[in-house]
């Protein structure tokens, strides 16, 4: 048993997207959420400072004491996987994760992903496919502006322009004929009817915060750190690094449900950098 808290962070408030989930597998589990709602995005810088900006967030989750650290961030998760091998305690990224579930639900093996520029420039989701299954034909898709439409709000099915966005986008992976795709930004999956409808039904779309809070929660159960289950638990705890103004009713569109919980803001621009450590785990 263990009752510390899950940590989560993400570019801004995608990373919500693995906290719903978490709350559904593990109601017992106090989170701490932290999105640099004051950065975002992620996915446009360059892979030096995307991994600046990682290992300041997690510093801050560390203070938390947190158990377990989700990098709920396509980004962080493809350009600088290496960053959880500087702390002592479990770390898992989006890209393994629904990596594997691609690779089981293909029925044709012509997967497609989606994500941020710097996601797909890393290659991260192409190697980790081909490493799982050689056989697996990967088509990639970099999609900037959907992150930016998430955040303010222009993701419903029968929005214009988040439809206009998504067949621009969408187009080339449905001429390759993928059956499979993967929703490789956590920002995405609030795009998910309009990605659908663009799509059609016969492709499997593939969430990647669902799958990361899937193995957090097999990890936890696995190696017996899940919280008691005679407390009084479940909470969670919410941090940005911009205004908390709307953080409501952004947050409850990723949730699914009224958030009532305290926010509060971090000065994360001048939190201390977690270090490169040589004798940390993974080395």
Not at 75 to 83: F, G, N
Not at 114 to 124: F, K, M, Y
Not at 125 to 135: E, M, N, V, W, Y
Request: with cysteine; glycine share 10%.
């Amino acid at each position: 048993m263990d009752a510390r808290p899950i940590g989560v962070f993400d570019s801004g408030l995608g990373g919500l997207t693995v906290v719903k989930e978490l709350e559904a597998l593990l109601p017992g589990e106090d989170i701490v959420y932290f999105g640099d709602t004051g950065r975002v995005p992620y996915g446009t810088r360059s892979f030096e400072t995307i991994e600046r900006y990682a290992r300041q967030d997690m510093s801050f989750l560390l203070e938390m004491d947190v158990k377990l650290m989700i990098a709920a961030c396509g980004t962080v998760s493809s350009v600088a996987p290496h960053v959880g091998n500087d702390i002592d305690i479990p770390f898992i990224g989006v890209v393994e994760p629904a990596a594997r579930k691609a690779v089981e639900a293909t029925q044709n093996g012509r997967v497609g992903v989606i994500g941020t520029t710097a996601t797909i420039q890393s290659g991260a989701f192409d190697s980790t496919i081909h490493r799982l299954a050689s056989g697996v034909s990967v088509f990639q898709q970099d999609c900037p502006m959907f992150v930016h439409l998430v955040e303010n709000g222009w993701c419903t099915a029968d929005d214009p322009i988040a439809r206009l966005a998504a067949e621009r986008y969408l187009g080339g992976l449905k001429d390759q004929e993928v059956d499979t795709l993967i929703l490789g930004c956590t920002h995405f999956p609030i795009l998910r009817q309009v990605i659908a409808q663009v799509m059609g039904p016969d492709v499997t779309l593939i969430n990647t915060g669902a799958e990361a809070a899937r193995r957090a929660a097999t990890l936890l159960k696995e190696s017996g750190q899940c919280a008691p289950a005679d407390k009084n638990r479940g909470r969670c705890r919410f941090f940005v690094s911009d205004a908390v103004g709307g953080f409501n009713r952004t947050a409850s569109m990723f949730l699914g449900r009224d958030i009532r919980e305290q926010v509060s803001r971090v000065d994360i621009i001048n939190h201390p950098i977690l270090p490169s450590c040589s004798s940390a785990k993974g080395e």
